[in-house]
């Protein structure tokens, strides 16, 4: 039985953060009616995972800690009555502090949620109000300890890097204090100015953020801080306890098969690659016909995958594995790549592992100067 | 009344933005040759860019019927002429086709530089005269004051010129009545050898060279075996005509008076110079037309393709456009930094601007230009002399006994309330003050020697920004002068990029070098190793500046499975590469060198 990924996507929030290009509607009113949407498209999905077992779910927005845990229980009922889903499987959610409570947490763990993410960014309220966030370094800490309490075992905080006007400092004290709770997992990110949102049409905002050296340091003091503290890179910007890895995620940088449900999902399943319109309203009005609401829908060729594989792989600290490479694609991969690695090679951007390549953290630095120039996104390019 | 009486060639001079393409636009509708609705916007101005540019660049012609008072239909030909300094020889070779000009000045500006330079112009080719007050429905007009300045500042009566508003076409039939009363008619002889003036061609792809004579004297016609007399070509004529307003008619024959063109199977403009004379190939006029100089260009520039395989399309498309441009000169240059390209003359930065944006907009090619310069004489040691139109090709500077550099001049006119600050501007760009006379109480006319290599840069943008647009300029070449001049040269990761060399006078060298490197400096993106940037003379140093190493780029995250925008982000990375160009070691995109050539003062 092959193993497959199910993304949720819930657009909503209770308010938009300033950078956030993610697709969310603030209006909750149309919580419910979306809900059944969902249903009835995770249904209409029942046939084609016959041959697949699922062994991550994972429910993203958005906020999917709006909902309730009865509308979270409905939602999951449907993908057990459609999927098989496997008893060991990882099933997420994230939350955001200051929307969880005691008994939507322990209704969220009944529902058979085994793993949350929870939105912090960071720890330092000044910087928490000018990234327009709805919560208090309080609010997480209390949210933390509640879900603890209720029994999660397996949590992972988003912390924010190269926000305008943090210091290398307050990244520290951030990391110190998240660490010191515990958590099994950090996802630790830079701040990009997104071109449709209100900070990057803000060039205040611009003038404000780190300097390139500044987030240099930042993101290589950080990986040291979160490294000795036993939390190891696995990818660009996630961090793990050993063996707390997140399952699902890996599934995308594995080139592994995901369904995606709601507006804004993306989807690879059957070789195929397919998203849906970012448009709540068409969804709810015909959720279960898929071809209606694609947005984009191919089947990449070989190559296309090969490429793509490689841009993935090496996110991971554990970078292309050659010998996979070649079974996948049918393609050398020290042929195709060698000539055009070598000046990374050779400053130690890129490093040769057992197996094959990987990023050094200098090279994950400049990882899409790196990838841009090696990789040869044009179909006919030999 | 014989053919040649009711005949009147003339052509429209102003200073510019002083109206003189809708007075055109009019007298193309009062004559009836054009309705109000079938004219778009000007006809005359032809070109996009004129358009978007609001000036003229090259002269065109149209034949005009006229009805006047005295009951007899008469034949206008207007002539119209370029209105920038930058095409001077242009404006007068097509003065030379008439027998007058209209002189219009705005009612609310009065008479400035280039009025007086075409109107000197006109005078030199013998031209009559009729001066039209223009922009008379303006609340701001001095219809009195105007005419008097005319009188005083230029010399000619204006007692009773017409005043008219070319925008609501008031008092323009004063005009036309005008140019049958005051301008001569043609007086050639008709059966003399053939005697026509070149004073415009533009290559047609399907006739080859259409050419804009004057018939002075004898005449024309299919089957003529003519002969350019300064060029020595010679053709068989295929066919003559004249220029309507809507384009090409035919007719039997050109004969002396008529302004006409002529096709004859002609491959490039450079068989028919503006200013050459047509003959017949048995039986030469016993004159040519004096005057005649092929145009030199003044200002000198690299060309290239930001794609080097472009290189070869950019030439197909500079042998094009000389096709029609016999001022636009090119030879193949290269460059260690830009590789394979073009050094190009122009008449002057307008000209140059122009042909760039041309080049860019009509072929489609993405161009790398490098900064201007003009041409410096140069006298070795061994008392060799050499012009220098390429900083590249500067000698080093114990290979030099005496360097000079072309100055022109300059004449500048003012409201007096600028002259303070117009004269500290000629003096930052070491302008040598002659002189200064009042034209009236208001304004004043500035004289001052300049170099040309500091006004070929933003001089007009700098006069326009101290004058609140109203200051004028106009000049003209006025051989060299001996200058202390240095080669500033570039160096990027330690290495001279010659395409950004440039000469610069010895007491300037220290500001600019400072501001180029700190130019490249916001412009050369961060490479995988530390690039400095260093400014030198000879082998010194002046100015240096330092792009640290790339250590961070944009880690977008990558959740959700939106693998495809990545993936495009990348690619779009690529790309963006991909036009950058190597010089040396370092990677800089095109646009760079644009930066480094706007960079001039304030």
Redesign the interface.
């Known amino acids: 039985m092959d193993k497959l990924g199910i993304y949720i996507h819930i657009p909503f929030c209770v308010r938009k953060c300033a950078y956030c290009d993610f697709y969310s509607i603030e209006d909750m009113d149309r919580r419910t009616a979306y809900v059944e949407a969902l249903v009835s498209q995770i249904r209409s999905f029942r046939s084609m995972g016959t041959r697949h077992v699922v062994d991550s779910v994972y429910i993203g927005g958005g906020t999917p800690s709006v909902l309730s845990g009865e509308e979270m229980g409905r939602i999951l009922a449907a993908v057990r009555s459609s999927f098989s889903v496997s008893r060991e499987a990882e099933i997420t959610a994230e939350a955001n502090p200051g929307t969880l409570d005691t008994s939507k947490l322990s209704a969220y763990r009944e529902a058979g949620i085994n793993r949350l993410s929870i939105g912090l960014q960071s720890a330092d309220n000044g910087e928490l109000k000018m990234l327009s966030r709805i919560h208090t370094r309080e609010d997480f800490e209390s949210s933390f300890l509640l879900a603890r309490l209720e029994g999660f075992e397996n949590i992972n905080v988003d912390v924010m890097y190269a926000l305008p006007g943090q210091s290398e400092d307050t990244l520290a004290a951030t990391l110190d204090y998240v660490m010191a709770l515990e958590p099994e997992h950090i996802s630790f990110y830079g701040l990009k100015l997104e071109p449709d949102t209100p900070f990057g049409r803000d060039p205040g905002i611009a003038a404000d953020v780190p300097s390139e050296d500044v987030q240099y340091e930042m993101y290589l003091s950080a990986a040291k801080k979160m490294e000795d503290a036993g939390f190891m890179q696995y990818e660009i910007s996630n961090f793990a306890k050993l063996g707390m890895e997140c399952r699902h995620n890996l599934k995308y940088w594995s080139c592994e098969e995901y369904l995606g449900f709601g507006p804004g999902a993306y989807s690879f399943f059957g070789g195929r690659m397919f998203s849906y319109a970012k448009d709540i309203t068409r969804f709810i009005a015909m959720p279960e016909d898929s071809v209606a609401l694609f947005e984009e829908n191919y089947i990449p060729t070989d190559k296309e995958l090969a490429v793509q594989y490689v841009m993935l792989g090496f996110r991971l600290k554990r970078g292309i594995d050659t010998a996979e490479y070649e079974a996948r694609f049918d393609d050398d991969f020290d042929m195709r790549y060698q000539e055009k690695m070598k000046p990374f090679l050779l400053k130690k951007y890129i490093l040769k592992t057992k197996s094959g390549y990987r990023l050094s953290k200098r090279g994950m630095l400049i990882s899409n100067y790196i990838l841009s120039e090696i990789l040869d996104f044009k179909e006919d390019a030999e | 009344m014989t053919r040649q009486e009711k005949i009147r060639n003339f052509s429209i001079i102003a200073h510019i933005d002083h109206g003189k393409s809708t007075l055109a636009d009019r007298i193309l509708e009062a004559t009836r040759s054009v309705s109000s609705r079938e004219m778009e916007q000007q006809l005359l101005d032809n070109m996009d860019i004129e358009r978007e540019r609001g000036i003229t660049i090259k002269a065109r012609a149209v034949k005009l019927n006229y009805e006047a008072k005295d009951g007899e239909t008469y034949e206008f030909n207007l002539i119209d002429t370029p209105g920038h300094v930058d095409f001077n020889y242009e404006v007068s070779r097509s003065l030379g086709a008439c027998e007058g000009a209209l002189l219009v000045v705005d009612a609310t500006q009065g008479v400035e530089a280039q009025t007086l330079a075409n109107t000197y112009l006109a005078l030199e080719n013998n031209l009559e005269i009729v001066p039209v007050i223009n922009k008379i429905d303006l609340p701001s007009a001095d219809i009195e004051g105007v005419r008097r300045e005319i009188e005083e500042v230029i010399g000619i009566p204006a007692e009773d010129c017409p005043a008219v508003s070319a925008k609501t076409g008031l008092n323009i039939g004063d005009v036309l009545e005008k140019i049958v009363s005051d301008i001569p008619a043609p007086r050639g002889d008709e059966t003399a050898p053939l005697k026509a003036l070149i004073f415009d061609s533009y290559y047609d792809s399907y006739r080859g060279v259409v050419v804009y004579v004057r018939v002075k004297d004898g005449s024309v016609r299919s089957g003529s075996k003519i002969k350019m007399m300064n060029t020595g070509a010679q053709f068989d004529v295929v066919e003559v005509g004249v220029m309507s307003a809507f384009g090409l008619v035919p007719t039997a024959e050109l004969s002396a008076g008529e302004v006409g063109y002529i096709t004859a199977s002609i491959k490039s403009v450079a068989d028919t110079r503006v200013g050459d004379t047509v003959t017949e190939a048995e039986r030469q006029t016993a004159e040519p037309f004096p005057g005649f100089k092929p145009a030199l260009p003044m200002v000198f520039a690299g060309i290239y393709p930001a794609d080097s395989a472009k290189y070869p399309d950019l030439r197909d498309a500079l042998e094009k456009l000389r096709l029609n441009d016999a001022a636009l000169t090119f030879e193949p240059e290269t460059s260690a930094a830009l590789g394979f390209g073009f050094r190009c003359g122009f008449l002057g930065l307008l000209h140059m601007e122009i042909i760039a944006e041309r080049l860019e907009r009509e072929f489609g090619l993405d161009l790398v230009t490098t900064a201007p310069s003009v041409i410096y004489k140069v006298t070795y040691k061994n008392g060799e002399v050499k012009y220098i139109d390429n900083p590249a090709n500067y000698p080093p500077a114990d290979e030099i006994a005496l360097a000079e550099e072309p100055v022109v001049k300059g004449s500048i006119i003012t409201p007096t309330e600028y002259v303070g600050g117009i004269m500290e501007l000629c003096k930052e760009r070491r302008g040598i003050f002659v002189d200064m006379k009042y034209l009236d109480k208001t304004r004043v006319e500035l004289h001052y020697i300049l170099p040309l290599g500091e006004i070929v840069y933003d001089f007009f943008d700098a006069l326009k920004s101290r004058s609140k647009g109203y200051a004028s300029l106009d000049y003209e070449l006025d051989g060299y002068r001996e200058s202390r001049l240095v080669k500033l040269d570039i160096l990027l990761n330690m290495e001279v990029v010659d395409a950004l060399s440039f000469i610069v006078h010895a007491d300037k060298a220290y500001a600019r070098g400072r501001k180029i490197v700190e130019a490249l400096k916001e412009n050369i993106p ?1 490479q ?1 190793f530390e690039v400095p940037i260093q400014a030198a003379i000879g082998g010194r140093v002046i100015a240096r500046e330092t792009v ?1 190493a ?15 925008r ?2 495009k ?3 779009k ?2 790309e963006g ?1 991909k036009r950058m160009r190597r010089l040396g070691s370092v990677e800089v995109p095109p646009e760079t060198f644009m930066a480094v050539l706007k960079l001039d003062d304030e």
């Open positions: 961060r995988l640290k790339m250590r961070k780029d944009v880690l977008a995250k990558c959740y959700g499975g939106d693998i495809t990545k993936k982000l990348l690619e990375q690529k590469k």
